[in-house]
């Protein structure tokens, strides 16, 4: 096994070698994608094509504008439908990894992210069915299987990026293994890495698990305040702040196993609130509105209550059906994947939490998941 991930791999790098010779050999330079400061970077997303997964890659300029830099086989496939999910790419803190979710061929692709690009350093089997989603802490990596009866299992991170399938940390979501998986939609580490979190749009459920020296424990489910609980993510004070696709967004306290409602389910007005984002400054967080084509904004409290600031704080327009939201490592730019319209939007960020359009990207159709840098 380890000869042939080892073979894997050569490939893989005599791959990626070959999309950066070609441009050199036809005149054309490639430039860097890397973010030596906060004012320039660059962004990710997935084609999620079943004839080939790719990481898209994108230099993101000091003024925010984004312009398309490479295409990187993941060395897997993608479902060629939509995932549902949210973090289906993520970076890890210190932006040194990027995993990618392979839907169609069960696997997980780990990239190197330096200064000539991406380097796919591993593919290994995700642990289940359709893997869909991914949360990273430390040397940790657990991934949010969706398919046949729903699963998570977990991963050691090692020195040089590639992953490693962690005895005994593949555990089920509510339904204990039996039956069809609940309609999963998101994983994450609680910010001290102490719990995991899942949500599950269909039985109206978030469950956490205990982590102890990287291994999860079995899971505790927990009546959503809402329904259809959805993407989430955590601020600066350890708060889950979950969006709910009836149209609202909640919080809450996850301390252990001990968990509980701070603000209930805080409508916005707005159709489908999906997926979170939390500003790099900690006191906004908004939702995008898959059914409004819009995104809502929030005020986050120190105790990690929620007040609506504007039910439209900006608009993809109508029918774009924006999903994915990622913010720039220096917090002063969000960017906003509208499945439908195949873009991804801008927008700047004001010190008050408004939003301002600055343009957008076309992207190809059934692209999922965005991760900046």
């Known amino acids: 096994m380890k000869n042939i991930k080892l073979l894997n791999r050569i490939s893989a790098r005599l791959l990626l070698a ?8 036809a005149g054309v330079t490639v430039p860097a994608i890397a973010a030596s400061d906060n004012s320039s970077g660059a962004l990710y997303t997935l084609t999620n094509s079943a004839s080939g997964n790719e990481v898209l890659a994108y230099y993101r300029s000091a ?5 398309f830099q490479a295409a990187y086989p993941t060395g897997g496939l993608g479902s060629g439908t939509g995932l549902g999910s949210q973090s289906a790419v993520i970076l890890s803190k210190n932006n040194q ?4 979710v392979n839907a169609g061929s069960n696997q997980i692709s780990a990239f190197a992210v330096n200064s000539k690009g991406l380097e796919l350093v591993d593919v290994v ?30 991963f050691a991170i090692e020195q040089d990026g590639s992953l ?8 089920p979501v509510s339904n204990g293994g ?7 939609a998101q994983i994450a580490f609680s910010s001290d890495g102490s719990t995991l979190v899942v949500t599950e749009k269909t039985t109206n459920l978030i469950n956490t698990y205990q982590v102890e020296n990287g291994l999860a424990g079995t899971p505790v489910t927990h009546a959503s305040s809402g329904a259809v609980p959805f993407g989430f993510a955590f601020d600066r004070h350890g708060h889950a702040i979950v969006s709910e696709a009836s149209g609202a967004v909640s919080s809450y306290q996850i301390d252990g196993s001990s968990f509980s409602v701070i603000s209930p389910s805080v409508v916005n007005t707005q159709v489908a609130a999906c997926w979170i984002a939390i500003s790099k400054n900690g006191k906004f967080a908004y939702t995008t509105n898959a059914g409004s084509g819009s995104i809502s ?3 986050l409290g120190e105790d990690g209550s929620l007040t609506l600031l504007n039910p439209v704080a900006g608009s993809t327009g109508a029918g774009s059906s924006p999903v994915d939201m990622a913010f720039s490592v220096n917090g002063r730019y969000l960017y906003v994947l509208g499945s439908a319209a195949h873009t991804i939007a801008i927008f700047e960020l004001g010190a008050d939490g408004s939003l301002a359009s600055i343009g957008s990207v076309t992207v190809p159709a059934g692209v999922v998941g965005l991760a900046a840098h």
Do not use: C, E, H, M
Not at 63 to 67: H, K, P, R, T
Not at 164 to 171: D, E, K, N, V, Y
């Open 125 to 154: 089997d995700s642990g289940g069915v359709r893997p869909i989603s991914l949360t990273v802490y430390k040397d940790w990596l657990y991934v949010l299987n969706a398919g046949n009866s729903g699963n998570i299992s977990g």
């Open 164 to 171: 490693s399938p962690l005895a005994g940390s593949t555990q």
């Open 178 to 184: 039996v039956g069809a998986a609940p309609g999963l």
């Open 18 to 25: 070959a999309v950066f010779l070609l441009p050199l050999i």
């Open 97 to 100: 990894w990027l995993y990618a």
């Open 63 to 67: 003024n925010g504008s984004l312009s």
């Open 297 to 299: 904004s929030y005020q």
